[in-house]
């Protein structure tokens, strides 16, 4: 399985303002994803994240709210831009990686973000 | 878009008792992915199935990708406390991109 970190693991952040949220794989994976989870829900995908070009984000989310970078092959960024109580979730970071002749996906531990 | 219905939401079981969810679509997935979600975790990959028809066991795991490609189950067997968390099933549909879709979660509960 591939070896995914997230920073930071939590905060609690005030209306109004921005939070960066850093992914880690341990090796190159050919796809980078970032799904939310609200409390209680199943999970829900924001964005993929293309390496070199903009993400490519899913209905109901908009890059101004939620700006992905991918620099290179093994880390991406998600900021959930001026948040409101509404953006509290956790957010998670999910890679795709070939494994055999078959794609599997992994997860990160999550970001748990509480917005005041 | 495509969903996945996921049933039973929740379970309430002694240990030591077997334990069966399914995840059911009306439309066509190419692979089903189960996967396990502790407290303050993200989701870890249980079982992953990419042909119709297959049975995969992960020790007292036994997953299913139905011959339809419409649905999978996922059976415990022997339950243990450590398999108390939050069971999803997820899926690539059969057209389009890389993108899964995922069940709503079975929360399962065991009693000692």
């Known amino acids: 399985s591939a070896v995914i970190s997230q920073k930071p693991s939590r905060d609690i952040c005030q209306r109004g303002t921005s939070l960066t949220i850093q992914c880690q794989v341990d090796?190159?994976?050919?796809?980078m994803f970032w799904y939310r989870q609200q409390p209680g829900q199943s999970l829900t995908l924001i964005a993929t994240a293309n390496q070199g070009s903009e993400a490519t984000y899913e209905s109901g989310f908009v890059i101004d709210k939620f700006p992905i970078s991918r620099p290179n092959l093994t880390f991406s960024t998600l900021t959930v831009s001026n948040m409101s109580p509404e953006d509290s979730s956790i957010y998670l970071c999910?890679?795709?990686?070939?494994?055999?002749?078959?794609?599997?996906?992994?997860f990160g531990p999550g970001t748990r973000l509480t917005v005041l | 878009g495509q969903q996945l219905n996921q049933s039973p939401q929740s379970m309430f079981i002694q240990e030591g008792e077997d334990v069966s969810m399914n995840c059911t679509s009306s439309?066509?997935?190419?692979?089903w992915l189960w996967y396990k979600q502790d407290p303050g975790e993200g989701p870890v990959l249980l079982i992953a199935l990419y042909k119709a028809g297959e049975l995969t066991s992960n020790g007292r795991l036994t997953a299913q990708f139905g011959i339809t490609r419409k649905d999978s189950f996922l059976n415990i067997s022997a339950s243990i406390p450590s398999d108390v968390g939050i069971y999803f099933c997820a899926g690539v549909p059969g057209q389009g991109a890389q993108k899964l879709v995922f069940g709503q979660g079975t929360r399962l509960t065991i009693n000692p």
């Open positions: 090796s190159q994976v050919t796809m």
């Open positions: 999910s890679v795709l990686r070939l494994a055999g002749k078959h794609n599997e996906q992994f």
């Open positions: 439309s066509i997935f190419n692979t």
